[in-house]
């Protein structure tokens, strides 16, 4: 979880991907480059956020929307696509706050062998001197049942409720370069085409009033 700088009482929460091993050949990412004897990954990763904007309470149609009631549905959904909610709920996840209940959720998930499908928004904009653009990527909008993860497949091993993507939609050009080139083509989290990305797995159940979905 990280707070943006222009909001002290708003939340995003960010998930590393790491996407299949690229053998030893590949030149990955530092772990943490405070510790080198961790080494590096084997996988490219993203770094990817919750969604375009962070989670904050705010005013709608004369209701008031709470940021926690938010993350609270959003981590769930998570869970429950990543075929780990029923296991939460077995083990009675308890937390009182929602920063210990995301901490409790992300020990479900930080598991190498916990594959999905991830369909990754990007934000454009440009480095001085460059002129491909990078990308600040982030989880599109659940549209109805289908969302921008799932580790769900049905007979035919394709993904389950997985959001389509659509580059209309998806990628936020950087209209402050009049200049720039046309966006290219988004294949995959930096450079990996392979639709796979690797999460891991801690218990659910309740924080609050709030309900699991």
Same mark, same amino acid.
């Given at each position: 979880?990280? *707070?943006?700088?222009?909001?002290?009482e708003?939340?995003?929460i960010?998930?590393?991907?790491?996407? *299949?091993?690229?053998?030893?050949?590949? #030149?990955?990412? &530092?772990?943490?480059?405070n510790?080198?004897?961790?080494? *590096?990954?084997?996988?490219?990763?993203? !770094?990817?956020? /919750?969604?375009?904007?962070?989670?904050?309470?705010?005013?709608?149609?004369?209701?008031?929307?709470q940021?926690?009631?938010?993350?609270?549905?959003?981590? !769930?959904?998570?869970?429950? =696509?990543?075929?780990?909610?029923?296991?939460?709920? &077995?083990?009675?996840? =308890?937390?009182?706050?929602?920063?210990?209940?995301?901490?409790?959720?992300?020990?479900?998930?930080?598991?190498?062998?916990?594959?999905?499908?991830f *369909?990754?928004?990007? =934000?454009?904009?440009?480095?001085?001197?460059?002129?491909?653009? !990078?990308?600040?990527?982030?989880?599109?909008? =659940?549209?109805?049942?289908?969302?921008?993860?799932? &580790?769900?497949?049905n007979?035919?091993?394709?993904?389950?409720?997985?959001?389509?993507?659509?580059?209309?939609?998806?990628?936020?050009?950087?209209?402050?370069? /009049?200049?720039?080139?046309?966006?290219?083509?988004?294949?995959?989290?930096?450079?990996?085409?392979?639709?796979?990305?690797?999460?891991?797995?801690?218990?659910?159940?309740?924080?609050?009033?709030? #309900?699991?979905?």
């Amino acid at each position: 979880m990280d *707070t943006p700088p222009y909001d002290a009482e708003a939340y995003s929460i960010n998930l590393l991907l790491e996407g *299949t091993d690229r053998g030893d050949e590949f #030149q990955g990412v &530092a772990i943490d480059k405070n510790r080198p004897e961790l080494g *590096t990954y084997r996988g490219q990763i993203a !770094n990817v956020r /919750s969604g375009r904007y962070p989670f904050s309470t705010y005013e709608f149609q004369g209701k008031t929307i709470q940021r926690d009631d938010q993350i609270f549905r959003w981590v !769930n959904n998570l869970a429950k =696509q990543m075929g780990v909610l029923d296991r939460m709920n &077995a083990d009675g996840l =308890q937390a009182d706050t929602i920063e210990e209940y995301v901490s409790a959720v992300a020990k479900y998930l930080t598991d190498p062998e916990l594959w999905g499908y991830f *369909t990754i928004g990007g =934000q454009e904009y440009f480095q001085e001197g460059y002129d491909k653009p !990078n990308y600040r990527m982030f989880f599109p909008k =659940q549209e109805g049942k289908n969302f921008p993860f799932s &580790a769900l497949e049905n007979d035919d091993r394709q993904p389950l409720n997985l959001l389509p993507f659509d580059r209309d939609k998806h990628i936020i050009a950087d209209k402050s370069r /009049s200049d720039a080139a046309p966006a290219e083509s988004v294949s995959g989290f930096g450079g990996q085409a392979d639709p796979l990305g690797g999460l891991g797995s801690a218990p659910t159940a309740g924080l609050g009033d709030l #309900q699991l979905p």
